[in-house]
């Protein structure tokens, strides 16, 4: 399933690909799928830890690699850390069908 606004990402990056560097257009890459997985409403409905694990590994990763500063590290972190608290609290779901009692 196509979400939206990768389309429009995939197009963006297709029209400035040719003047970015290779180093550039591998972060520019690393970051779309980071972001794909961000996106990934399914996944983070399904299995919150899951998402939230993959998120951290894939911002690691780009640290590792060196393609990311430590800034852009902690943010997606923070991001990462965000997302999985939203949906922990079941954001993701219309109001009223997570009940909120135990």
Known sequence: MTQPGIDVWGRLMRTFEKDLSAPQLLKLN???RWFQVFEDRALRMESPDDYHEELLRQADELDRQGLITWQEWRDLRLEADAAYLRAVAGDDYPSGF?????
Do not use: H, K, P
Request: proline share 0%; charged share 10%.
């Open 98 to 102: 997570v009940s909120r009692s135990m």
């Open 30 to 32: 690393c970051l779309a």
